[in-house]
């Protein structure tokens, strides 16, 4: 059986309440992971794809950005670990009888936390930016060709977890949704991104409950005297480098210094490199490895294929 999604409205209120109350577990619930995958429909040819949307109008969009990922990490990291996500919930999704398209990476992102202003980690070589409007309005079209093309859902996660990304991806959510007839389209947000974000539940935001799930990395990658709070370019985001692409994550990161999570969040406000000259912030890298990588990515994996089936199921 393929769900694939149909126009009836569900009260958004219920729809919100439903989501927001699926929680996962790693135990019983996980699954062996596929091998990494960094397709999306960039690699279909036109056939493939009209195909597929012959089978499915649901699209899991990937958001990244082009950023500074410490000296070890390469700007791609973002896209990276967004598109290779997106990735893992279609194969989750996919042993559930429920097809779905990885949408098209465009990658670039908001590295500032104004319109190119000197926050967030834009100061750093390699980091750039665009407008946060010009942002919102380019995926909120993209999704308007997608759903030219059949798809009439999306769901859109960002591996970048800037503020400013967090608030505009919700942005183009709700924009979507309303100005595009017959389209439903969701943010994926972190329960623990949602409160900095200062987002407040709403039909189009799925809160995935303790996603980051700080305990589970503290258990594998240990912790510092200011416990992290932050995963930029540090053990768990170096993890998920080393699953996806090893080949990619330069030689020495186990000894790297990662800065604390305060250190971090201090230069991302004051837009001054030199208070954090790593541009890193949160795990130590000295455990970091594919397999943390793979016990990481099994719960985020379950947390967000099962909150995606909720939607779905609802929908039907």
Request: proline letters at 6%; glycine letters at 8%; hydrophobic letters at 40%.
């Amino acid at each position: 059986m393929v769900i694939r999604m149909m126009r009836t409205d569900v009260r958004a209120v219920v729809l919100t309440m439903v989501v927001l109350s699926v929680t996962s577990t790693v135990g019983a619930q996980s699954q062996a992971l596929p091998p990494p995958s960094q397709h999306s429909m960039l690699d279909m040819t036109f056939p493939e794809f009209e195909a597929t949307i012959a089978r499915t109008d649901v699209v899991l969009l990937p958001l990244g950005s082009v950023e500074e990922h410490g000296s070890y990490l390469p700007l791609s990291t973002d896209a990276i670990t967004s598109l290779g996500q997106m990735n893992l919930v279609k194969a989750y999704l996919r042993a559930r009888d429920i097809e779905t398209i990885v949408g098209p990476p465009l990658n670039i992102g908001l590295t500032s936390e104004g319109n190119f202003t000197r926050t967030g980690t834009y100061p750093y070589p390699g980091s750039l930016t665009i407008g946060i409007d010009t942002f919102v309005a380019l995926y909120v079209d993209v999704l308007r060709s997608l759903h030219d093309k059949g798809i009439n859902c999306a769901f859109l996660f960002s591996g970048h977890g800037a503020t400013s990304q967090g608030v505009a991806m919700a942005r183009i959510a709700e924009q979507a949704t309303r100005t595009i007839e017959g389209m439903r389209a969701y943010a994926l947000i972190p329960s623990e991104s949602v409160a900095i974000f200062g987002l407040t539940p709403s039909p189009w935001i799925i809160s995935l409950q303790n996603f980051r799930n700080f305990d589970l990395l503290t258990s594998m990658l240990g912790t510092t005297a200011d416990p992290p709070t932050t995963t930029h370019a540090d053990g768990a985001e170096t993890s998920l480098m080393l699953f996806y692409r090893p080949d990619m994550v330069r030689p020495g990161y186990e000894q790297a210094l990662t800065s604390t999570s305060t250190v971090f969040r201090n230069a991302v406000r004051s837009g001054n490199r030199s208070d954090n000259p790593s541009g890193t912030g949160g795990f130590p890298t000295t455990k970091a490895s594919g397999d943390v990588a793979r016990r990481i990515l099994e719960f985020r994996t379950t947390s967000m294929g099962d909150a995606v089936m909720v939607v779905l199921r609802a929908r039907k």
